[in-house]
């Protein structure tokens, strides 16, 4: 699976962007698919997922109603849309795909499990 994160940029506190992560060379419709985060000096952080079948989600406590994962797996990609930005969710955006299994509705946070990365996109929030 090829990933390719996209939808980053710089943005005012407050204001919102659409990060998309289109998947190729195979079907996503069984991987989890997560977003991890990375700022400079920092360690990857679990920011979203979301269960292949849809129906589980989880997000970190830090981004918690303000952004939204979502999926189409007709269209092989995942979305996360991100509102009410903040300054510290200045980071490099990373999609990952994960094989868990077969429960519909399992997600998991931890990056170490996850097996398909795309290249980060670059998301600046300035205040």
């Known amino acids: 699976v090829q990933l390719q994160a996209s939808g980053g940029g710089l943005v005012q506190a407050g204001g919102s962007l659409r990060l998309s992560c289109a998947a190729s060379?195979?079907?996503?419709?069984?991987?989890?698919m997560g977003w991890f985060r990375q700022a400079p000096g920092k360690e990857r952080e679990f920011v979203a997922a979301?269960?292949?079948?849809?129906?589980?989600?989880a997000y970190a406590d830090s981004v918690k109603g303000r952004f939204t994962i979502s999926r189409d797996n007709a269209k092989n990609t995942v979305v996360l849309q991100m509102n009410s930005l903040k300054p510290e969710d200045t980071a490099v955006y990373h999609c990952?795909?994960?094989?868990?299994?077969?429960?519909?509705?399992?997600?998991?946070?931890?990056?170490?499990?996850?097996?398909?990365w795309g290249q980060g996109t670059q998301v600046t929030v300035s205040s």
């Open positions: 060379g195979r079907s996503i419709s069984t991987y989890v």
């Open positions: 990952a795909a994960g094989d868990f299994g077969r429960y519909s509705d399992y997600v998991d946070t931890n990056w170490k499990f996850y097996d398909y």
């Open positions: 979301i269960s292949w079948g849809g129906g589980g989600t």
